[in-house]
């Protein structure tokens, strides 16, 4: 649970605060309690859910996202309905007299407001997600899975591609696939660390992505291995799109930590048809020996 970024939400929290606290407070001044045998417990454990449920969204729309004009309307809506959830809970516990009955306004209108503004914050929340959605496309393939999502490079891990390479293959669609392989990367751990290691695949995860087109897919394979789709792509094609990440990765200026020194570090890439009839376990033997050869050669 990212407990750091929900106490970025110090406002809303305190405001879902007050709200709770007014609710608690009005209807402990114009109310008195039921007697026990009163009090309808199937009413309070329906209306208690909705309360509690409610809370719990509020809870996790301010971990699950950074603070912004549609996490506040979010979480105001649903602090508003939130009251109104609450009033309803402590109803089954309480006797208003005649004089209060103005409560019952106050009880309906903030879950009305809530959802209007709600239905605002979800319009927002589509227009956000279209714009993320632009930003995925060179990272997903017609399929979104986040749970497969490698936490360290932001790709989809080697699970999703063979998923999306057997949905190719199920459709009779042409493609390509290479597999890219960081040369010695292990003593570029050893000797940056392990942190630097991770940042280092991010940036080259990054940089893989940029070279890519909307339709194609790169994910991470294992370690420092990274795999790409390229659907309607022939073998002279991918080899040259190979040929430009190797000398893009080439090229690029890596600096650890403090250090103002470059680091300039190097690929050995494989490619491959993706076959109708052949099996992806065999597709993948098959270009990490040639990632084997090729690294001997080199050594």
Known sequence: MNFSLLFRHQGLLAFELVILTLAVALCSLHGELKPISNVEWLDVVGEGSVCLLTLCWILAVMMSRPPGQVTSLLAIGLSLFSFSALLDVIDEFMHY????????????????????????????????????????????????????????????????????????????????????????????????????????????????????RAVDLACRYAGDRFVILLPDTGLTEARELASQLERSIRNVAFKSGGQTTAIFHSVRSACARLKHQGTLSELMSGLNRQLDETSQQVA
Do not use: C
């Open 97 to 212: 007299s005649n004089a209060a009955t103005w409560l019952s306004l106050v009880e309906s209108i903030p879950a009305a407001v809530g959802m209007i503004v709600m239905s605002y914050a979800l319009y927002l929340w589509h227009q956000e997600q279209l714009a993320l959605n632009k930003q995925l496309q060179r990272r997903e393939l017609w399929y979104r899975s986040h749970e497969q999502i490698d936490v360290i490079t932001q790709l989809y891990r080697a699970d999703y591609w063979r998923d999306r390479a057997t949905a190719l293959q199920e459709q009779g669609i042409d493609a390509s696939v290479v597999v890219l392989d960081i040369n010695d990367f292990s003593e570029f751990n050893l000797r940056y660390g392990h942190q630097e290691g991770d940042r280092f695949l991010r940036e080259i995860s990054q940089l893989i992505v940029m070279n890519l």
